[in-house]
């Protein structure tokens, strides 16, 4: 079992994208999940699907400013997977027996909400970003997601300066800005 | 003023990167029409998804790389806990076995393997093949004897040795690092293997692995012309699929790719052979060895044979035996440790036309001698 301190540490890594800090936890945890989906109707592939939407939840939550975790990790990601596991029987209606569980857990509704909203904006944006096509999309990539410099970006992409690729991604962004508002005056 | 000059000013003025007498001027207009404000906030709100989405986009894929070595090591395990069915499973493997051995020898004969060139059919002719489909459907008891006439029968009779190609087929890569899946029964009749991509580039290939009984071959490009490609779009899937599920096929059987669509049929292949589907998809010789690949950019299969008889009855391989031959041949040698399989997708919401654009280049077509 880890100390609190070892535990910090961890969720720092998290919050940074560390892919050792990644690894602990899921050597950690994972176990444990997978037995508590596969003893609850589910499969192998389900409690990864389970466990790996629980680690986004925990790394959106290692990022927030005033993060503090009121418990151990085990058990946070315990009761996320739990209720994300309950919703989705409820969904397929599977439903039907009492769920085992023997571990402690903790409320955590507020949390999934906040993570079902997350998902919807990422849904919308990457629809956004399907539509947009090339070579749009790997320049708004390039310098939103992978945040490379213009310089290099003119420099891969085959543009004649900064200042054209600079050009050419405005245009993109502004396509990709109605595309992605699009979806709202449509729902 | 014109949107772009507008989102140009926005973006500058959120990243505070205006000088000061600008900024001035802007935050008045800003106050003094509306519509610029709107804009600004908008575009700060908009920005703001993109940065979340690529913070997402960027811990989803560590995360999918640890699970990816986790996978890999063995850490995390589709048995797991499952020691109940594990017997059940066993058992299967047990019979598998012989269904194996008996769909080989059916295979052989009411089959037409995909894989042959014309210049292969013509010369052994489609008439015997179709009289031996009659032979055996005669009755399953006579498959032995059937077999000790399948030895006598010359199996490949004018197999040329000429240095010209004489079988194509199609493959496709598994790992960027040069390593494609093609059927065994394709290079199990060459000697001398090709790739060639979309572009017309040929690459030189040599069968680093094949399993017989799930007809299956590994091949690794050992052209040093060949450039590793870092990301495949498409991912390879583990689980089955299900009934109905529609998908797409890529393949050689001219010498130009071919796209075509069908759906899976049957979750078993020829004679109740648990390790392939059974497709409705129009396939013919030179398909062989390409992949099915479902709406969310999975490789469900590999599409092996086609039944000589019926129309549009299509066999392929399931994609999880890939990830069994890519275990031994982990084992067979160290120097294929690092060969693996993708297991993320990125076609997932792209419309069909996008995909195959992005899938063709990496599907090859495998010629040889």
Same mark, same amino acid.
Not at chain 1, 146 to 168: L, R, V
């Given at each position: ?187 | ?109 009411? #089959?037409?393997?995909?894989? !042959? *060139?014309?210049?292969?059919? %013509?010369?052994?002719? +489609?008439?015997? @093949?179709? =009289?031996?489909? &009659? ?80 007809? #299956?071959?590994?091949?690794? !490009? *050992?052209?040093?012309?060949? %450039?590793?490609?870092? +990301?495949?779009? @498409?991912? =390879?899937?583990? &689980? ?130």
């Amino acid at each position: 079992m880890n100390t609190t301190e070892q535990e910090q540490e961890l969720l720092k890594g998290l919050a940074q994208n560390d892919k050792n800090a990644i690894e602990v936890i899921y050597r950690e945890n994972y176990g444990a999940i997978q037995s508590f989906v596969i003893n609850n109707n589910g499969s192998a592939d389900e409690a990864r699907d389970i466990f790996q939407e629980a680690m986004i939840v925990l790394y959106e939550k290692s990022k927030l400013p005033k993060f503090s975790l009121s418990c151990q990790i085990k058990t946070y990601l315990y009761s996320i997977c739990r209720r994300l596991w309950l919703k989705r029987l409820q969904q397929l209606s599977k439903y039907s027996t009492q769920v085992e569980s023997l571990e402690e857990t903790i409320p955590v509704e507020e949390e999934i909400e906040d993570h079902e909203k997350r998902n919807e904006d990422f849904i919308l944006m990457e629809n956004a970003m399907a539509k947009i096509g090339e070579p749009c999309k790997s320049l708004l990539d390039a310098y939103y997601i992978q945040k490379k410099s213009m310089q290099d970006i003119a420099a891969d992409f085959g543009y004649t300066n900064a200042d054209n690729a600079k050009t050419q991604k405005y245009k993109c962004l502004l396509r990709l800005k109605k595309l992605f508002f699009a979806q709202y005056k449509n729902v | 003023m014109d949107d772009l000059l507008l989102i140009e000013a926005v973006e500058r003025y959120l990243n505070g990167e205006m000088p000061s007498s600008e900024k001035l001027l802007f935050e008045d207009l800003r106050k003094k029409d509306p519509e610029v404000d709107q804009a600004v906030v908008e575009h700060a709100y908009f920005l703001q998804g993109l940065d979340k989405f690529g913070t997402q986009k960027s811990f989803k894929h560590a995360l999918h790389e640890v699970e990816n070595k986790l996978l890999d090591e063995g850490f995390i395990n589709d048995t797991l806990q499952l020691k109940g069915k594990a017997k059940v499973t066993n058992w299967w493997k047990k019979y598998q076995r012989n269904i194996a051995v008996a769909a080989s020898i059916a295979g052989f004969i009411s #089959l037409l393997t995909i894989g !042959i *060139t014309v210049s292969y059919t %013509k010369k052994v002719g +489609n008439d015997t @093949y179709a =009289i031996l489909v &009659g032979e055996i459907k005669k009755t399953n008891a006579q498959v032995n004897i059937l077999k000790s006439k399948q030895d006598n029968i010359p199996v490949n009779p004018a197999a040329p040795v000429a240095p010209v190609v004489n079988f194509r087929a199609t493959g496709f890569l598994i790992d960027g690092k040069g390593y494609l899946v093609t059927n065994a029964h394709v290079t199990s009749r060459m000697q001398n293997i090709y790739v060639e991509n979309k572009k017309g580039n040929y690459y030189k290939a040599e069968a680093v692995y094949t399993d017989n009984n799930v007809d #299956l071959a590994i091949l690794r !490009i *050992t052209d040093t012309a060949f %450039k590793a490609i870092t +990301n495949l779009p @498409y991912s =390879i899937k583990k &689980g089955t699929s299900d009934l109905g599920e529609q998908f797409f096929t890529l393949g050689f059987p001219r010498n130009e790719i071919v796209y075509n669509e069908g759906y899976l049929s049957a979750k078993s292949g020829n004679d109740g052979d648990s390790s392939s589907y059974q497709l409705t998809v129009s396939a013919n010789p030179g398909n062989s060895g390409g992949p099915v690949i479902n709406r969310n950019g999975e490789v469900i299969g590999i599409i092996t044979a086609k039944d000589s008889k019926a129309d549009g009855v299509v066999y392929a391989a399931k994609s999880k035996n890939i990830f069994n031959l890519l275990e031994t041949l982990r084992k067979s040698d160290s120097k294929y440790q690092q060969v693996k399989a993708p297991t993320n997708s990125d076609l997932k919401n792209l419309d069909r036309v996008q995909q195959v654009k992005k899938v063709e280049e990496f599907v090859f077509m495998v010629v040889g001698n």
